[in-house]
C-alpha cells in the first residue's frame, strides 16, 4: 500500500522497524519499495510524534579493491607519494565504506520536533539533541542505560544551539526561544545564563564556543551578536545584521575569525580583534535567498554555507572575493521544518546534508527520495546518497562524530 501524501505542516508518522537483513541497495533500487513502505498515521504514540534521530556505523574495512592505499602509504614512506594524493585515496576507501551504512539505533523521544544535535567531544557514542518544546536527551547509544532526559518549558522553549563544554565535557551550552544563552550540566542545573533577552519578542538563534580564548558568541532574531567571556562577562553586543541571525561559528584554527549567517541574505566575516560595528565586517558574502548555516571547515581553510532554497556554496577562505564553488542542492525551507543545514566530515573534504526534493529543482525527478547526500568538498561532485525506506522522512541535521565513523541523522519535520 502506497503511503499517504502528508502535508508539510504534519508530524511525522510512527515508523516500522524491521531487521537489516538483505544488502545495501542504490536509491533507485530501494524507490519501489519506499513506495510500498506501511506506515501508521500520526497520534497513535507520543513518543514517535517527533522526528526520529538515528545512527550508522560503518565498517572500517578496507575493500581488497581498494589496495592503491596500501601502495600509497608505501609511497608515501619512501618519499615517493605526495600527501594529498594519500589523502584523497582514503577518502575513497571511507566513500566506499558507506555502502556498509545501516541504521543502528534510532530514538523518538519528544512530543515536538527534534531542532538541534550535538556530538561529545570525547565520548564517540554520546550526543545531545534539543527539541522545540526545549526539551534536550544526553544519549549514549553504546550502553543499554535509559539515555538522560531534561525537560524542557514546552512551547516557546525551542533549543536553536547546542554545544559541549570544551573545559568541562560534563556541562553544555544552549541557546533557545525561551531568550536565554546558558550553561547546563546533565542533571538540567542552569550554572550560568549568559544572555537573557527578558522578554517573548527577542530570542537567541544560534551559538558557538571557544575553548583557547574562552569565549562565547550567540545571535539573536533582530541582527544582534554577542561576544562573551567564559565568567559570563558582556565583550560587545552590537547589530550585525538587519534581520535574525540563523547561524553564528568561530574558525576552528583561528579562533578570531567569525563567521555569521542571517535571512538577510548575507554571510559576513569577522576579525574579532577588530570589531567596532556592523560596517566592520572584513567580507559580506551576498546570497540570492535567506542563508540558514555558515560552518568552517576542520581544518579553518573553507567556509560552507547552505541556503534556504537550492544551493550550497564553498568559499575559500584565501581568496574570499572569488566565486565560490556552487553545488545546485534541493532543500527548500518552511515554517514546521528544521532548517536543513549542511556540516563537514571532521577528517575529509566531505560535505553531508539532507535532500529535500523540490519539483520546480531543475533536475528533480519523478517520486525522488529524501536522500542523505555526501558530496566532495572540492569538486562538489556527489559522492554517495544514503536511504532507508523505514525512515523516510526529512533529515534536516547530519553529524558525523569527532572519529567520523558514525553518522546521526535528525528528522526535524
Known amino acids: 500500500?502506497?503511503?499517504?501524501?502528508?502535508?508539510?505542516?504534519?508530524?511525522?508518522?510512527?515508523?516500522?522497524?524491521?531487521?537489516?537483513?538483505?544488502?545495501?541497495?542504490?536509491?533507485?533500487?530501494?524507490?519501489?519499495?519506499?513506495?510500498?513502505?506501511?506506515?501508521?498515521?500520526?497520534?497513535?504514540?507520543?513518543?514517535?510524534?517527533?522526528?526520529?534521530?538515528?545512527?550508522?556505523?560503518?565498517?572500517?574495512?578496507?575493500?581488497?579493491?581498494?589496495t592503491s592505499i596500501v601502495r600509497a602509504l608505501h609511497h608515501h614512506k619512501l618519499g615517493k607519494a605526495a600527501w594529498p594524493s594519500l589523502q584523497q585515496g582514503l577518502q575513497q576507501s571511507f566513500v566506499h565504506s558507506l555502502a556498509s551504512y545501516r541504521i543502528f539505533q534510532k530514538a523518538a523521544p519528544f512530543d515536538r520536533r527534534a531542532t538541534s544535535l550535538a556530538w561529545h567531544p570525547t565520548h564517540p557514542s554520546t550526543l545531545a539533541v534539543g527539541s522545540k518544546g526545549g526539551d534536550i536527551m544526553l544519549w549514549n547509544f553504546g550502553i543499554k542505560d535509559k539515555p538522560t532526559f531534561i525537560k524542557g518549558i514546552g512551547a516557546g522553549g525551542s533549543v536553536t544551539g547546542l554545544k559541549f563544554n570544551p573545559l568541562d565535557t560534563n556541562q553544555f551550552f544552549t541557546s533557545s526561544m525561551e531568550g536565554t544563552t546558558r550553561l547546563q550540566d546533565f542533571k538540567g542545573n542552569t550554572l550560568r545564563v549568559f544572555t537573557s533577552s527578558d522578554t517573548c519578542n527577542i530570542w537567541f538563534c544560534s551559538l558557538d564556543v571557544s575553548a583557547r580564548s574562552r569565549m562565547v558568541v550567540t545571535g539573536d532574531n533582530v541582527g544582534h551578536v554577542i561576544l562573551l567571556?567564559?565568567?559570563?562577562?558582556?565583550?560587545?553586543?552590537?547589530?550585525?545584521?538587519?534581520?535574525?541571525?540563523t547561524h553564528v561559528a568561530l574558525n576552528p584554527c583561528c579562533d578570531w575569525l567569525l563567521a555569521t549567517a542571517s535571512v538577510d541574505q548575507t554571510v559576513?566575516?569577522?576579525?574579532?580583534?577588530?570589531?567596532?560595528?556592523?560596517?566592520?565586517?572584513?567580507?559580506?558574502?551576498?546570497?540570492?535567498?535567506?542563508?540558514?548555516?555558515?560552518?568552517?571547515?576542520?581544518?579553518?581553510?573553507?567556509?560552507?554555507?547552505?541556503?534556504?532554497?537550492?544551493e550550497l556554496r564553498v568559499y575559500s577562505a584565501s581568496q574570499w572575493d572569488c566565486p565560490p564553488s556552487l553545488i545546485p542542492h534541493p532543500h527548500r525551507h518552511f515554517q514546521h521544518l528544521t532548517p536543513i543545514k549542511a556540516t563537514w566530515h571532521p577528517r575529509y573534504n566531505l560535505i553531508v546534508v539532507g535532500r529535500y526534493p523540490d519539483p520546480n529543482f531543475k533536475s528533480c525527478t519523478p517520486h525522488e527520495l529524501r536522500t542523505i547526500d555526501v558530496f566532495d568538498g572540492s569538486s562538489g561532485k556527489m559522492m554517495y546518497q544514503l536511504y532507508d525506506p523505514e525512515s523516510s522522512g526529512i533529515i534536516s541535521l547530519n553529524e558525523f562524530n569527532p572519529m567520523?565513523?558514525?553518522l546521526a541523522s535528525l528528522m526535524g519535520e
Open 1 to 66: 500500500m502506497a503511503p499517504r501524501k502528508r502535508p508539510e505542516t504534519q508530524k511525522t508518522p510512527e515508523v516500522v522497524v524491521r531487521p537489516k537483513t538483505r544488502r545495501s541497495r542504490s536509491p533507485r533500487e530501494l524507490e519501489p519499495e519506499a513506495k510500498k513502505l506501511c506506515v501508521k498515521g500520526p497520534g497513535s504514540s507520543r513518543r514517535f510524534d517527533s522526528g526520529c534521530l538515528w545512527a550508522g556505523l560503518a565498517s572500517l574495512q578496507v575493500p581488497p579493491s581498494y
Open 229 to 245: 567571556n567564559m565568567d559570563g562577562r558582556e565583550l560587545w553586543n552590537l547589530r550585525m545584521h538587519k534581520k535574525k541571525v
Open 268 to 310: 559576513k566575516i569577522w576579525d574579532l580583534r577588530q570589531v567596532k560595528g556592523k560596517s566592520s565586517c572584513l567580507h559580506s558574502l551576498l546570497h540570492s535567498h535567506p542563508v540558514n548555516a555558515a560552518c568552517f571547515s576542520p581544518d579553518g581553510a573553507q567556509l560552507l554555507t547552505t541556503d534556504q532554497k537550492s
Open 404 to 406: 567520523g565513523d558514525t
